[in-house]
Structure formats: C-alpha cells, structure tokens
C-alpha cells in the first residue's frame, strides 16, 4: 500500500517536472516573441516619428509658398468670393469669356500648334499599336 | 503462517517516523512551488543595465492652432563606451579622431581611459550614416544607444517663441522651458515616443508664415534694421502669429545669445510714439473728461520749462478730438491728457497692465521702463507715446482689450479652447469710440493710416513714428514706425502689430520715413494675406464694387 503510494506519487512529481518544464519552454518562448513584438512596435513608432518629422518638413508653409507662386497661385483676393446663389451666373460668364476668347485667339493667331502637334502624336500612337 | 511480527522498537518507529515527515514535507515543498510557479504572476524580467545610464526625457509634440506639426521627438543614436571593455585605447581614439575631427582628443583620453568607469558618453545624436560608420570600425567598447532628439520641421519660423532644449532634451528657454515647468517631461531610456498628450499652440503656420513674408519683404524694401509684428485675438488674447526678425533656429541656440536677436516683441522696451494716442484718447473718453467731438485749439505749441512740444504737420486750425486723432497731434494728444489730470493717466495705463512685467508661456515679458517723476511734462509725452517704453506685447495686451468691447485680455502663445472674458476695463461706449475712430484713421482722406486699407476687410488702425533715443537726446532719421491695426473694425476679432526698425526712406515712401507710409501698407498687405486664412469674410459691398472695377 505504501509502497503503490510512493510509487504513484515518484510519477506524479516526474510528470509535473515534465509539465513545469514544457510550459515554463513555451513560456520562454512566448516571451521572446513578445519581446520580439515590442521591438518592432518600438521601431515602428520611431519610423512613424521621423515620417511625421519629414511630412511635416515637407508642408512647412515657406516651401509650400514658394512652390504654389510657382504655380502663379497667391492669396485669395475679396472678389474672389462668390455667394452660392451667384455661381450659376459666373461660371456661365467666365465659360461664356472663355469660348470667345479662344475664338478670338483662333481667329488672330490662326491655328493653334500645340494642339496640332499633340493630335499628330496621338494619330502616330494609334499607328504603332 | 503465523510468525513472529517483531515488535518495533521505538528507536525503529521514531525513526520511520522522521522518514515520512520528510519526505511528506519535501512533497508538499514541490507541490507548493508547482502552484506557485503556475499561479502567480511572473513579475517582468528587466535587463538590468550595467553602466550608470545619463538621463534623457521624452517630450511632447508641439501643435500649432491647426494641428501642424511645429515640434516632435525622433530616435537619434548615440554613441558611448564602456571604458573597462576598451582594448586599445590610442586605437579607439584615432579611429574616432578620423570620423569626428571635431572630437576633443584630449577629453576623449581623459574619460575613455578611466578604467574605473563603465559609462562615458562620445558623441549624441548621430546621423544614421555616421553612426554606421562607427559601426563598421569594429571597436569592442563602443556601443550605441537610441535617444530621443527634438527636431523642429516648421524651422527658424517659430524659434522666438519655441525656446530650445539642451542635449538631454530637457528644455532650456521659451515655451520648452514652459513645458518642462508646467506640463511635464519624461525620463526615459531609450526613446520611447512621449505619452503626454500634445502640446496646441495658438499660432497659426500659415498666418504665421505671412506675417515673416511680409515683414521680410518690407525689411528690405525699407532696408530696416529689424522689424516685428503679431496678430492677436482681440478676445482671447491668443497670439495666431508672433514674428521678430532676424528669427532663430531653435536647433542653434547658441545664436541666440548674439547682439539684435532678442525678441522684439517681449524682450525689447520701446517709446512706440503716437499709437499711444489710442490710450490717450480711450483714457478720456471712459473718464469722461472729453466726447469725439469736443474742439482744442493746437495752433500754439505747447512749452514746459526748455522743453516744446510741437506737430509734425501743424493743421492751423482748432481740431475735434476726432480730427487730433486722424492728424495725429501730439498738441491735441497732451491737451487731452492734461485735462483728464496725470493721477487718471496713470491709473489707467497701470489698469490696461503698461506698469508692470508680464509673462506668456514663451517666457518673460520685459518690464516697462515707466518716468520717475509722472509731472505734467511726462502726462504730455506719454500722451503721445514718449517717456513710457513698453513691449509690443503689452501695448497689442491693452489696444485688444479697448477693441473687444472693454474687457481684459491675457496675452497666450497657447490655444485657449474657450474665449475667457476679463475682466471689464473701459465702457462699451469707449470701445466703440475707439473703433470708430481707428476705422476713421483709415478711411478719411487726411487719415495717417489710408494706406493700410484692404478693400472689404474694414481695417482701422493708428500709426506711430517714435524716434530713438541716442546720445544727447532724440535721433531724428532712426525711428522705430508702427501701425497697430484691427479688422474686421464693425466687429473686431484680429488685432495686427506691425513695427519696423530704423526704416530708410525711400522714393516709395516719397522720402519719409513715418509709418503711415511704409508700416501701414505693409499692414495692408498683411491683411489682405491673412484674413482669408483667419475666416474672415470680406464685405458684400465692397466686393461687388471690387468686381465692377475690375
């Protein structure tokens, strides 16, 4: 009776052993990849803040200026603003402007070059395909 | 089968006893620490460093009104020794004399020689490529760490206000300081990104970008020695640009030290000259001791002892307070004040907060420079803006308050998410004359300030030509020019702040130098850039006459 006692117990605390071990490995291993996670948030974050760094220099307002003057852009002026109501009338004026301008531009320069020039490189795309 | 069972002995059985206790115990002990190792929490494994690691911090970002990016941290490597694990020491420091000339050979000896310390810090804050360099030395020793590395992509735009931080990325001047004060920094190993939440200023980038434009333009334009300006929110006291030029690189603090690179906003005291009018005339309509319309006769100069006090452009003529004020005359100004007395004077510039320091979270605001002696001679010139030298700042503080409809503002650089109302310092009468009066200045044909007209935008404003004072007296072709300006005038929600420095006259400026004709347009020209980025709109009327012009 003891001895079945002993026996039992001898295979409980062997096979616990076997058990403490193969979890305190799995744990181990769990742990590095945990470390291994945090690692890589850790440098993901640093990306993150030198993108937002360069992002930032990027759009800083002095490059920015100077790149839409280049554009031919600037501030807004007062007559810019145009009420909802009076969109309708102005975009059809400044369409209205528009297509008698380029009548008027057709009609004094003659031709417009560019615009054949880009017609006979499409015409020689469609031929080569 | 019957034998003998030998009766144990009592030495046997004491014996057995022991036996099974013990190894019971040791049972129990195993079963005990099985529990215990699959029950109770692991507590966290550190790597316990073995060198004596400097402290760094972690800051927070800076935001500006809008949610751009001014200020942030970013992981730099660092490059250390561990002094003990050095093999060759005349190695080490030549290899790393050759990749950082800029090394101090000397102080290198010094500390990497000491065999007693694990910890010496060589060079912060290296490049990546620099830091592969060292690297690909191979030296045993050496080693790297990441730190975290304050950098500034809106740049030298808002170095006066920033302040900067030292190696550590402690803060060391301006808002930096403020942050380490107030908000809190961390102390870190490594560079883990900060928790604390982001810091907002009140400064817009983009307002912020057109006022440096402007007023660098006009600093060569009028070949100025310096110029500087603000735009504030006349009811929060929020400052949505703050600019003084030459600016400053918050990455090289060491400029800041150098002569002419104060803030001249803040740190400098000046006689601002005739846009103390605004005081003077606000003081007297609130004491009531004077109405708009009420007529001085300033045809006579006015003498004190040696001292007279004459007009630029005399008007010959009895002038309104309203015509004083248009013509800018300082006869009429001191009459003003003399009247209301020199005790009310005071009272009131000390109540706008003009006789005392100041602070903003960007750092100290400079004490006035106030007379000794406050007689009728001082009532009178500080009635026209000389013999009182304050900041900018303090001066834009007290105009904001007498346009916002008599409430006190606190001056911020940080964005304040409820309008807070001050306390009441002037009647909403005076600040209505007052309104009425600095938009007059702008649309009268005789007014000092027509040039600082945008159509729509309704600007009212008030210039101020203050000669600098230099050896034996005042210099009269060295003056500081201003014009303090407000807009929308029915409603007044911006207040622009506009000085040049020592502006040289020129044939736009029909060979004057007073600020009607180069501080006010420049303010114009200001307006005209910011009020689309600040959302205000301009006016029907205005607008469509714009459009017919055009």
């Known amino acids: ?129 | 089968m019957s034998r003998a069972v030998p009766v144990p002995s009592i030495g046997l059985y004491l014996r057995g006893l022991i036996v099974g206790v013990a190894v019971a115990g040791l049972f129990a002990a195993v079963g005990v620490q099985l529990v215990r190792l699959s029950l109770v929490a692991r507590t966290e494994i550190r790597v316990a460093s073995a060198e004596p690691i400097g402290r760094v911090f972690s800051r927070p970002d800076i935001l500006d009104r809008g949610g751009r990016l001014v200020a942030t941290d970013v992981a730099v490597p660092s490059l250390y020794a561990d002094p003990a694990m050095i093999i060759d020491l005349d190695e080490v420091i030549e290899k790393l004399m050759r990749t950082f000339p800029d090394l101090d050979a000397a102080e290198l000896r010094k500390s990497l020689g000491d065999h007693t310390r694990r910890f010496a810090w060589i060079k912060r804050g290296l490049a990546p490529r620099q830091a592969q360099r060292v690297h690909d030395l191979g030296l045993p020793g050496l080693a790297f760490r990441q730190e975290p590395k304050r950098v500034y992509p809106a740049g030298a735009l808002l170095g006066h206000l920033i302040g900067y931080v030292n190696v550590d990325n402690k803060g060391a001047g301006g808002l930096e300081r403020y942050i380490d004060d107030n908000l809190g920094i961390e102390s870190v190993l490594g560079a883990a990104p900060s928790r604390i939440p982001p810091v907002a200023l009140s400064i817009d980038l983009g307002v912020q970008q057109g006022l440096a434009a402007e007023l660098k333009e006009a600093l060569t334009r009028y070949q100025a020695s310096g110029a500087a300006g603000l735009v504030m929110d006349v009811t929060t006291g929020e400052l949505v640009a703050a600019v003084s030029l030459p600016e400053l690189d918050p990455e090289k603090p060491v400029e800041a030290q150098a002569d002419g690179r104060e803030n001249r906003l803040s740190t400098g005291v000046y006689e601002l000259g005739s846009i103390f009018k605004i005081l003077t005339v606000a003081m007297a309509l609130d004491g009531k001791t004077t109405t708009l319309d009420k007529i001085y006769d300033v045809r006579q100069p006015m003498t004190f002892g040696q001292h007279t006090i004459n007009d630029l452009h005399p008007a010959g003529r009895p002038l309104s307070v309203r015509d004083v004020f248009i013509h800018s005359s300082n006869v009429g100004a001191g009459m003003i004040a003399l009247e209301a007395g020199s005790a009310r004077q005071m009272g009131f510039l000390s109540r706008l907060g003009l006789l005392s320091g100041a602070r903003t979270e960007a750092g100290p605001v400079a004490a006035p420079i106030v007379p000794k002696r406050w007689g009728e001679l001082e009532t009178v010139t500080i009635a026209y803006g000389h013999g009182l030298a304050t900041t900018p700042v303090h001066f834009s503080a007290a105009v904001a308050a007498l346009l916002n409809g008599g409430s006190r503002v606190t001056p911020t650089v940080l964005a304040r998410r409820t309008g807070i109302v001050g306390e009441r310092l002037v009647s909403a009468e005076t600040s209505a004359g007052i309104r009425e009066l600095l938009r007059l200045n702008v649309t009268s044909p005789h007014g000092t300030g027509r040039r600082a007209d945008v159509a729509g935008y309704r600007v009212g404003g008030k210039t101020g030509t203050a000669e600098i004072p230099g050896k034996g007296g005042y210099q009269r072709k060295a003056v500081i020019s201003s014009f303090v300006a407000a807009f929308p005038m029915d409603a007044p929600r911006f207040l622009t702040f506009v000085s040049l420095f020592e502006p040289r006259a020129s044939e736009e400026t029909k060979g004057q130098i007073t600020a009607g004709l180069n501080a006010a347009p420049v303010t114009g020209r200001l307006i005209a850039r910011i009020a689309p980025l600040l959302d205000v709109l301009p006016e029907r009327a205005t607008q469509e006459a714009a459009s017919r012009a055009n």
């Open chain 1, 1 to 129: 009776m003891l001895r079945l006692l002993s026996v039992a117990a001898m295979a409980l605390t062997i096979a616990s052993a076997f058990g403490l071990y193969q979890t305190k490995y799995d744990t181990r291993q769990l742990e590095a990849k945990l470390q291994a996670g945090e690692r890589s948030i850790e440098k993901m974050e640093g990306d993150i803040a030198v993108l937002r760094a360069e992002k930032a220099y990027l759009a800083r307002p002095e490059r920015i200026e100077a790149l839409a003057k280049r554009q031919g852009l600037g501030p807004i002026a007062g007559h810019q603003y145009v009420l909802p109501g009076e969109l309708q009338a102005k975009v059809q004026a400044s369409q209205h402007e528009a297509a008698s301008q380029k009548a008027e531009k057709a009609s004094v320069r003659g031709p417009d070059h560019i615009e054949a020039l880009l017609r006979q490189q499409d015409s020689l795309a469609g031929e080569t395909r």
